[in-house]
C-alpha cells in the first residue's frame, strides 16, 4: 500500500477517499467495499476496489460498478489534477479466507477447507449460518453425509476450495445452496 506522501506526488485520491467517494454509490447498488488497495508504483497507477456483496458478482454488475466508480473518481480527478491510473473494481476472490460471519453466509453452498481452533481438519461444504454458527455438511463413508454445526469462534482459518466437478445433489441440499460459483 503507498503512503499518504506517495499517493500525493503521484496526485492519486487516497483509501479513505476512494471509500468515502464510492462507499454510497456501492452500497445503493448492494455491495459493500471490503478493501481498497492503491498501487502508485505501478506504471499505470492502479487502484483497485474490492467489493463483495450477498448475492456475489458477476460480470455485469462489476461492469456496472466500474463505470459508477469512474465516474465519480473522474469528477474527484478534474477538480484535483490527478495523473492517469488504472481502475480495477473485483470480488475478494475464492482465495479470500472467510473471517467474518457474513463472509460464511455469502459462501453457503461452496465446499470449504476449515482448520479448528484446536488445530483439527475439515472439509466440507458450508451451510447456513446465524448467530455466531455455521452448519458444514461432512461426508461420511460412501455417499452419507452428517451435519455438524461449529461455533464461528471455534475456526481458526476457513478458505472456500475450488471444485472441478458438480457437487453432490443430496450434499447441496443439506447445506441448503445451489452451489453456483462452486
Given at each position: 500500500m503507498a503512503s499518504d506522501s506517495q499517493l500525493r506526488s503521484a496526485r492519486l485520491p487516497s483509501q479513505k477517499q476512494v471509500i468515502e467517494l464510492l462507499d454510497g454509490e456501492f452500497a445503493r447498488?448492494?455491495?459493500?467495499?471490503?478493501?481498497?488497495?492503491?498501487?502508485?508504483?505501478?506504471?499505470?497507477?492502479?487502484?483497485?476496489?474490492?467489493?463483495?456483496?450477498?448475492?456475489?458478482?458477476?460480470?455485469?454488475?462489476?461492469?456496472?460498478?466500474?463505470?459508477?466508480?469512474?465516474?465519480?473518481?473522474?469528477?474527484?480527478?478534474?477538480?484535483?489534477?490527478?495523473?492517469?491510473?488504472?481502475l480495477e473494481v473485483t470480488s475478494p476472490g475464492v482465495d479470500r479466507p472467510l473471517t467474518e460471519e457474513k463472509h460464511y453466509r455469502r459462501a453457503r453452498g461452496r465446499k470449504v477447507e476449515l482448520t479448528l481452533s484446536d488445530g483439527s481438519q475439515l472439509s466440507g461444504r458450508l451451510g447456513e449460518t446465524r448467530d455466531g454458527t455455521v452448519r458444514v455438511v461432512v461426508r461420511e463413508r460412501g455417499k452419507n453425509y452428517s451435519v455438524r454445526e461449529l461455533p464461528l469462534d471455534g475456526i481458526a482459518k476457513a478458505v472456500v476450495q475450488v471444485e472441478f466437478s458438480t457437487p453432490d445433489q443430496r450434499e447441496l441440499e443439506l447445506a441448503g445452496g445451489t452451489g453456483k460459483g462452486a
Open positions: 447498488a448492494g455491495y459493500e467495499i471490503e478493501d481498497v488497495v492503491i498501487d502508485s508504483a505501478a506504471r499505470p497507477p492502479r487502484i483497485t476496489v474490492i467489493a463483495d456483496g450477498d448475492e456475489g458478482l458477476d460480470l455485469e454488475t462489476i461492469a456496472n460498478l466500474s463505470r459508477s466508480a469512474s465516474e465519480l473518481l473522474d469528477r474527484l480527478d478534474s477538480s484535483k489534477k490527478a495523473s492517469p491510473y488504472v
